[in-house]
């Protein structure tokens, strides 16, 4: 299972006011020095990442707005030149998550880590089913080149199994926009699926497995709101 927490960012908003007077004289051009520096400080470690809502990401706002300001910009956020904006935090809870393999009457249970790794993607709330698997290539549907992976499959309440990427004769931009999770779920949703599993590829894994498998307990991020909910629908994803 997993948890969904809210949670709250800051964005920075400025607008650029031709009248207002700057506090400081901006500057002429910006050349690779003064870029750089920019750089070094919303990089350096004191940032923490700036991972979203955490104090690092508001110390870099923080460094951002200072900027804005010598740069003689106006705010335009609900408060100076924040903006709060509300997200969704999703983890997943392995104490209370599981996964098997049954086949002719027998069960394999899948341990977290080594065997799969649960995807926080799914947000149906369902607390457990049973559902049969059916492998789809890379279960892409992609128009433009009269690709179909789910043409004359039965996938109506079933969970899809596929191999991440895509076939090398899909360009390499089409392949990626169709390969990602929104636009693969909105195909297979339609086509009736209740979950997926994707099977790491070889050929295209530019991380280990094992780095994957550290950062799997990671909270992911969206935005709230029903118009943002991209996997609707979605009761298992595995990989």
Known sequence: MRRVLPAFALFVISLFAFSAPAQTPPQSHFDGSSWWSHVKVLADDNMEGRETGSD??????????????KSGL??????????????????????????????????????????????????????????????VGYALKIPEKNFDDLADENL??????????????????LASHYSTTVERWK???????????????????????SRIAVNRLHPSMELSGAEFNDTDGLKISLF
């Open 156 to 173: 109506s309440g079933k969970i899809v199994v596929y191999i991440s990427g895509s076939t090398s004769d899909i360009p390499a931009a």
């Open 187 to 209: 195909s297979l949703r339609a086509a009736g699926a209740i979950g997926m599993i994707s099977i790491p590829n070889p050929a295209s894994m530019d991380i280990p497995w």
């Open 56 to 69: 690092g990401l508001k110390r870099a706002q923080a460094y951002v707005v200072d900027q804005l300001k």
């Open 74 to 135: 106006e705010p335009a956020g609900a408060n100076g030149f924040y903006q709060p904006v509300k997200f969704i935090q999703r983890q997943v809870d392995e104490s209370n998550s599981n996964a098997a393999l049954i086949q002719d009457g027998k069960t394999l249970a899948l341990v977290p880590g080594d065997d799969m790794l649960f995807s926080s993607k799914s947000n149906t709330g369902e607390k457990g089913f049973t559902a049969p698997l059916v492998f």
